[in-house]
């Protein structure tokens, strides 16, 4: 049992009797004396994909689920199927567009570095790494000396994402990629 005090981001706990990863977690501390310290969570459930925020108070404690995470490499998709193999035993499995939803504008294929979440020898998610290297295949033309204004234009990434971009940035320019927010972190040499 972890009691809500101890909570951290992609800890992965059983609530309502699923697994569920914290995703974010916020903390309410009171203004009037004794009252406890609150801690709204926002988790996502593992199976299922839905997202659920719940409140807790600093003494509710949940039960953390017995996961593994294993070193996995994308290979490809078909259809609606995404493709995957264990980096260790190089065993194969598929997860559907549905569980992967907000994951697949990052996935290149035989992308490695990612991790397999794993309940009783089943792959649940995937998790990414929290940067990667993209390359921006279309975009308006850059305008020269716009580099040192804030001024953002959208750009077509290579796997079909699309995010904002410093203005002076042209097509076929590698960058970096948060995968937590989706933001232009910057560009790769």
Known sequence: MVPAKDFTKRMVVEIDGAPHMIERIQVQTPSARGAATLYKVQARNLKTRAKLEKTFKGTDSLNEVAFERRDVQYLYRDGELFHFMDSTDFNQFTLALEDLEDQVGYLQENMEGLCALMVNDEPIAVEL??????????????????????????????T???????EHLEANTKIKV????????????
Do not use: M
């Open 129 to 158: 790494p929290d940067t990667i290297e993209l390359t921006i295949v279309e975009t308006t033309p850059g305008v020269r000396g716009n580099s040192a204004t804030g001024r953002t234009k959208p750009a077509t990434l290579s």
């Open 160 to 166: 079909g994402l699309v995010i904002q971009v410093p």
């Open 178 to 189: 948060d995968t937590r927010t989706g933001e232009y972190l910057g560009r790769v040499n």
